[in-house]
Nanobody, 126 residues
Framework: QVQLVESGGGLVQAGGSLRLSCAAS????????MGWFRQAPGKEREFAAA????????YYGESVKGRFTISRDNAKNTVYLQMNSLKPEDTAVYYC???????????????????WGQGTQVTVSS
């Protein structure tokens, strides 16, 4: 069992930056692939980024590529999402998720993840 707790959301102006954190419980954090998804009101949950168990490989959704950076610190059981050049369309609830098994083909699918955090709101004003 893994419990995930996101933090770092808030209100920011367009062009600004935020850094989200997701703290995981347990001693098996390094066994999990980690991902960030987001969901805006009235829209489906959207893949933002994922990272391999070691942190050596990262993947991004097209809408955030070049602006967001995912990273992890296995010693601290934490995954991060650095968000730069934020746009109003980035406004959403951001969720972190953990998966024991992922492939390049499945990492964008929310149903492939085993555990989810409660989400943190990010609001970007224009």
């Amino acid at each position: 069992q893994v419990q995930l707790v996101e933090s770092g959301g808030g209100l920011v102006q367009a062009g600004g930056s935020l850094r989200l954190s997701c703290a995981a419980s347990g001693r098996t954090f390094s066994r999990y692939y980690m991902g960030w998804f987001r969901q805006a009101p009235g829209k489906e949950r959207e893949f933002a980024a994922a990272i391999s168990r070691s942190g050596a490989t990262t993947y991004y959704g097209e809408s955030v590529k070049g602006r967001f950076t995912i990273s992890r610190d296995n010693a601290k059981n934490t995954v991060y999402l650095q968000m730069n050049s934020l746009k109003p369309e980035d406004t959403a609830v951001y969720y972190c998720a953990a998966a024991l098994v992922l492939t390049v083909a499945t990492m964008v699918k929310s149903e492939e993840y085993d555990y989810w955090g409660q989400g943190t709101q990010v609001t970007v004003s224009s």
